[in-house]
């Protein structure tokens, strides 16, 4: 019996629903199922009934809530206390971001922290949202700068900071690379590389509803995971990509990067970005950090 199983046990037990505790929990379904089906193997006891529709617990699983609960809280209670003393005193200022918020936003806010707070060592882990923000809850990140979404943690605070400007990445060599502008309707029969949606799905959702406003359907030639990857395709002549334009810095020989014109009448779809910590942690440093967003955000964000 692992505490992790234990959390997962209760998630789903206020939730009544695995979807809704999956996303409190910062997890996927699956893994969540999984860990709730290895708590109640170790106990020797059925925790939950499913069915396809609804979720209820059992007399085991209702008296197991009931005494596991108020430890849960205590643990948690306890974990924010000591995370508190830790970076009250701490010199170390724990940062993850997405790719694009790491290559455009964090050399420019970063080289203003210095300034201001020149003491503070800062860690940037730079990963995809759906791993940042279990590290986040989990205590070890102390702000994040994610894709949000629906069904965060309510632990957690989160502000919108921008939205970023979609362009096409488009290898050197091609007609369209010298182009001001190009529209989705040029791309209609163009090879593109898209990302794995499970991992990045505000990527994945942005270009399938740019060509579908446009009355297309996208040409995918490639799935790939990592950002990186999906330039180093682009370059080596396998399709386009759509992008984020802070993508553009990730400096990659033989590509180039074109805006996106947007549809007769309609504005251009654009990707968020949103900053989170949390919110019963008290951290000076990170308080210092929030504080430059909201002073300069608009500089940071007139390249995106």
């Known amino acids: 019996m692992e505490l992790e199983q234990l959390r997962c046990f209760v998630a789903v037990a206020e939730e009544l629903h695995f979807g809704r505790a999956a996303q409190k929990m910062g997890l996927l379904p699956a893994s969540l199922g999984r860990h709730v089906r290895l708590l109640e193997e170790s106990l020797g006891t059925r925790l939950m009934s499913r069915t396809t529709r609804s979720v209820s617990l059992t007399e085991d699983g209702a008296a197991l809530l009931e005494e596991v609960r108020p430890l849960l809280h205590r643990l948690q209670t306890l974990a924010e206390e000591f995370r508190s003393r830790k970076t009250q005193q701490s010199t170390v200022l724990r940062i993850g971001a997405i790719d694009s918020a790491a290559a455009g936003l964090i050399p420019a806010l970063l080289h203003d922290f210095r300034e201001r707070c020149p003491g503070i060592v800062t860690q940037l882990v730079e990963d995809k949202s759906i791993r940042l923000i279990p590290k986040l809850i989990a205590g070890r990140l ?130 968020p970005l949103a900053v989170a910590w949390t919110k019963a942690v008290r951290d000076s440093g990170r308080d210092q950090l929030l504080e430059l967003l909201d002073k300069n955000i608009a500089r940071y964000a007139e390249q995106a």
């Open 142 to 271: 102390d702000v994040v700068f994610i894709r949000p979404r629906d069904g965060l943690s309510r632990n957690l605070a989160v502000r919108i900071l921008i939205h970023e400007t979609p362009v096409i990445a488009l290898p050197v060599t091609h007609p369209l690379a010298a182009c001001d502008r190009v529209s989705v309707d040029e791309l209609g029969d163009e090879p593109l590389i898209v990302p794995e949606r499970r991992s990045r799905p505000h990527s994945y959702d942005l270009t399938m509803k740019l060509f579908k406003d446009a009355g297309l359907h996208p040409r995918i030639a490639q799935i790939a995971d990592e950002k990186q990857t999906i330039v180093n395709l682009v370059a080596a002549g396998i399709g386009s990509a759509i992008v984020p334009r802070w993508t553009a810095k990730l400096a990659v020989s033989g590509v180039t990067f074109v805006p996106l014109a947007s549809a007769e009448n309609a504005p251009l779809q654009k990707l």
